[in-house]
């Protein structure tokens, strides 16, 4: 079955820049809609980008909006997350979701661990 690898995560500055990425393996993402989602300690998980399977849209939570954007390459079955002017309440661990034919994200990856110093 889809397994998702998160990667690109680390230890960054406030002001800085990470790009995540999100490579599928046992499934081709082409026919996805694909998202980001984040959680930060004592914090329910939150969305914070999704793309739609051709990429032609892309939505993305108010907080991370200007600063974030998401894209995919399905010839390289991965999404990416390309993270700029980082803050620290973007600290966060970071997943990669497939959204399934009934609507929800029931596909997640294990996860990158972000975290922005002030």
């Known amino acids: 079955q889809v397994q998702l690898v998160e990667s690109g995560g680390g230890l960054v500055q406030a002001g800085g820049s990470l790009r995540l990425s999100c490579a599928a393996s046992g499934r081709t993402l082409n026919r996805y809609t694909m998202g980001w989602f984040r959680q930060a300690p004592g914090k329910e998980r939150e969305f914070v980008a999704a793309i739609t399977s051709s990429g032609g849209s892309t939505y993305s939570t108010n907080s991370v909006k200007g600063r974030f954007t998401i894209s995919r390459d399905n010839a390289k079955n991965t999404v990416y997350l390309q993270m700029n002017s980082l803050k620290p309440e973007d600290t966060a661990v970071y997943y990669c979701?497939?959204?399934?034919?009934?609507?929800?994200?029931?596909?997640w990856g294990q996860g990158t661990q972000v975290t922005v110093s002030s």
């Open positions: 979701a497939v959204q399934s034919n009934w609507g929800r994200y029931d596909t």
